[in-house]
């Protein structure tokens, strides 16, 4: 559908992309995931056509579009600050697109009502201007602005990061339904590892103008390639001396777990690694319970599901198992 390659932009001396090398299948919610700076905005900017890079082409069904201007490339846009249009009214602001593009009054008149009935805004909103909306409904504003016009592939530039954090899980649940829905290929921008792993088919690791990893939010979070990967999404234990020699493992590398694979006072399996530990605290989130446990002279992390019943005090004796089959091991960086 959409694919980048061998992408290098620079800003004067500065690189900020790579060689960056990227295909997304059509119909697929691709999300670019990284921290501030790592160049997925930049990427995101570059298919779109704000940024031209230096090398590198950018191909949507096979045609390559790298020197085709913003407005003919057939791409809806969200942007984090949805980039409404404040005194003009909500049907105004979506109507704005097909204007441009010259079509009759009635044809946008009936656009315009069929997608803001697919993205849930009534009649009265539509003749409200937009700074009398709520951010979540400004929000599905936007999105209708971007899909009124058909495009090909909609990108979606941190459209929730302005949210507050009850209103981003509801409008997340409700943006990949719309997706599915719509059966557009998105591509989405955040820096947000919960929402990338939600929503996303696929996931592209930035970091630091380059990609890590691009795989399933399963791949990257229970295969992570990188050291980089492991540790950015979600949360993990880095293995000191004491478990990596229980272990057995090969001291010159990094090895990590996942919280979650630790095992708690649980019957050894084959090849698993038994200590016995410690229960330093532990924080209660009702369907689960976080515990720091002090074992072979670490503190390590593990989360337990709460049954109600086996709950670990602190200072409560406890045998913590780890299989290396759960570790993810990386070559010490230099």
């Known amino acids: 559908m959409i694919q980048l390659k061998d992408i290098i932009v620079k800003f004067g001396d500065f690189e900020a992309l790579h060689n960056i090398n990227v295909h997304v299948k059509e119909g697929e919610f691709f999300t670019f995931l990284g921290p501030s700076g790592c160049g997925k905005t930049t990427t995101l900017r570059t298919i779109t056509g704000f940024i031209e890079p230096v090398s590198g082409t950018v191909s949507m069904k096979g045609q390559d579009i790298t020197h085709v201007p913003i407005e003919k490339r057939n791409i809806g846009i969200v942007f984090q600050s949805y980039a409404l249009f404040p005194t003009m009214t909500v049907h105004d602001n979506i109507a704005f697109g097909l204007k441009i593009k010259k079509l009759k009054k009635q044809e946008i008149e009936e656009k315009v009502k069929t997608i803001a009935r697919k993205v849930d805004l009534s009649d009265e909103q539509l003749a409200k201007a937009v700074s009398q909306l709520s951010g979540g409904q400004q929000q599905r504003v936007a999105i209708a602005r971007a899909l009124v016009t058909e495009p090909a592939i909609i990108c979606m530039d941190e459209p929730l990061s302005n949210l507050d954090a009850k209103l981003r899980v509801q409008l997340r649940n409700e943006l990949k339904k719309m997706q599915k829905d719509f059966g557009i290929t998105t591509i989405y921008v955040t ?144």
Not at 204 to 209: D, T
Not at 227 to 235: H, K, L, M, S
Not at 243 to 267: A, D, M, P
């Open 191 to 334: 820096h947000d590892q919960e929402e990338a792993l939600t929503l996303s088919d696929r996931i592209a690791v930035f970091n630091k103008g380059y990609i890590e990893q691009i795989g399933t939010p399963n791949e990257v979070y229970n295969f992570s390639q990188t050291e980089f990967v492991a540790n950015f999404i979600g949360d993990i234990n880095r293995l000191e001396s004491g478990l990596v020699q229980g272990l057995k493992l090969e001291g010159s590398k990094h090895h990590f777990i996942r919280l979650e694979r630790v095992r708690v006072n649980r019957t050894k399996e084959e090849q698993e690694f038994q200590a016995q530990g410690v229960i330093e605290s532990r924080e209660y989130y009702g369907l689960y319970i976080k515990y720091y446990i002090q074992v072979a002279g670490q503190t390590i992390k593990v989360i337990e599901k709460n049954d109600g019943i086996n709950i670990y005090e602190a200072g409560e004796s406890v045998t913590v198992g780890i299989h290396p089959a759960d570790v993810m091991s990386y070559p010490a960086e230099k």
